[in-house]
C-alpha cells in the first residue's frame, strides 16, 4: 500500500507526463519503440533530470502491475536508459545569496517576526518549504537552540497532509542565538500575546491548520524586494529553495565539514551534498588546498 502522498504523487505524474502521450493506448499497444520515443519527448521538455526520473519510475511500475495482473507479457520500460548527463556543460542550479547580501536581507527583508523567523530557518537552518510549514513549537528547543525537523507538509492538487522529513528520519538543526531569540520573540507574539496553540504550527495557516504551501514563497520573494535584493528586471536573486542553497554554500566556504553540512541539511549521504554544492564554490577557493602544502614546504 502506498501513502496517501505517494498515490497523489503517482497520480500527478501519470496525468501531466504520462497520460498526454501514452493514456489513448491499449496496454499492448504500449511497445517499447512508443515507450522510447515518449522518453526522448520528455527529456527534450522537462526543467529537471529529477522530473524524468520520476516520470519513467511511475510509468515502469505501472506497466510492471500490469504484467503481475496477466494484462501484458512484458514490461516495456523495463531497464529503460535515461540519456547520459553532460557533464562538462554547466548545470542548471539555484542562485545562491553571498554572506552580504544574505545580511542585508535579514536586516531589511522580514518586516515582521513571523517573517524574520520564517527567513532564519530557510537560510541557516536550510529547511525546505514543506519542512517549513510542518514545523510545530513542541519541534523549536530555544534552550539547547535547536529545532527538531520531523515531518514536512505536502499540498498536491488541494489536497494537504504531512509525512515524515525526507530520507523518512528526523534530524536536529542547530540554530544561533541571534535565531533563537527571535523566536522566543515570535512565540510571545504569537503564542502568549496572540492564543495561538502552544504545540500547534509555528507559521498556522487559517483556522489554525498548515499556511498555504505558496505563503513561504511569496514572503521570501517580498522580502527579498524590500531589501532591494533583486536583478536588472526586478525580479528576486534566489528563490525560497535558494535560501537553503544559500546556506549549504555558505558553509561549505567557510570550510564546515562536508558530513556536518550534509547532516545540517537533511541528506541521506554526505555524496549528495557533493553533487548538489561543489560547483558553487567558487574556483579561488581552490587556493586553500595550495595554501596547506606551502605551509608544509
Known amino acids: 500500500m502506498f501513502s496517501p502522498h505517494a498515490t497523489t504523487s503517482i497520480e500527478t505524474e501519470y496525468r501531466l507526463r504520462i497520460s498526454p502521450a501514452l493514456g489513448h493506448l491499449r496496454l499492448d499497444e504500449v511497445t517499447r519503440e512508443r ?8 527529456v527534450a521538455r522537462a526543467s529537471s533530470r529529477r522530473m524524468v526520473t520520476q516520470a519513467v519510475a511511475t510509468l515502469r511500475m ?14 516495456p520500460a523495463s531497464r529503460l536508459r535515461l540519456p547520459v548527463p553532460d557533464t562538462h556543460a554547466q548545470q542548471r542550479v539555484e542562485r545562491v545569496l553571498t554572506e552580504t547580501q544574505l545580511a542585508r536581507l535579514l536586516a531589511d527583508g522580514p518586516g515582521t517576526l513571523r517573517i524574520a523567523t520564517m527567513l532564519r530557518v530557510a537560510a541557516e ?17 530555544l534552550v539547547e ?5 520531523r515531518r514536512s507538509v505536502w499540498h498536491v492538487d488541494g489536497k494537504v497532509g ?9 534530524r536536529n538543526v542547530a540554530i544561533s542565538e541571534a535565531t533563537a531569540a527571535l523566536f522566543g520573540d515570535w512565540f510571545t507574539e504569537s503564542v502568549t500575546c496572540g492564543g495561538a496553540d502552544p504545540h500547534g ?8 491548520a498548515p499556511m498555504n504551501a505558496h505563503s513561504p514563497t511569496q514572503a521570501v520573494k517580498r522580502a527579498l524586494v524590500r531589501a532591494g535584493l533583486v536583478d536588472e528586471g526586478e525580479r528576486p536573486l534566489v528563490t525560497l529553495h535558494g535560501l537553503r542553497h544559500t546556506c549549504g554554500s555558505i558553509l561549505l566556504a567557510r570550510s564546515v565539514p562536508l558530513i556536518v553540512v550534509s547532516r545540517h541539511l537533511g541528506h541521506a549521504d554526505p555524496n549528495i551534498t557533493a553533487r548538489v554544492y561543489a560547483h558553487l564554490l567558487s574556483d579561488t577557493q581552490l587556493d586553500q588546498a595550495t595554501e596547506v602544502f606551502a605551509k608544509i614546504g
Open 35 to 42: 515507450v522510447e520515443l515518449w522518453l526522448a519527448d520528455l
Open 125 to 141: 537552518g536550510g529547511l525546505r518549504r514543506g519542512e517549513i510549514i510542518g514545523l510545530r513549537w513542541g519541534e523549536v528547543h
Open 145 to 149: 537552540r535547536r529545532i527538531e525537523v
Open 162 to 170: 504531512e509525512k515524515t522529513a525526507k530520507g523518512r528520519r528526523s
Open 62 to 75: 505501472i506497466l510492471s502491475t500490469a504484467v503481475s495482473w496477466g494484462r501484458i507479457a512484458t514490461n
Open 201 to 208: 504550527y509555528v507559521w498556522p495557516g487559517t483556522n489554525s
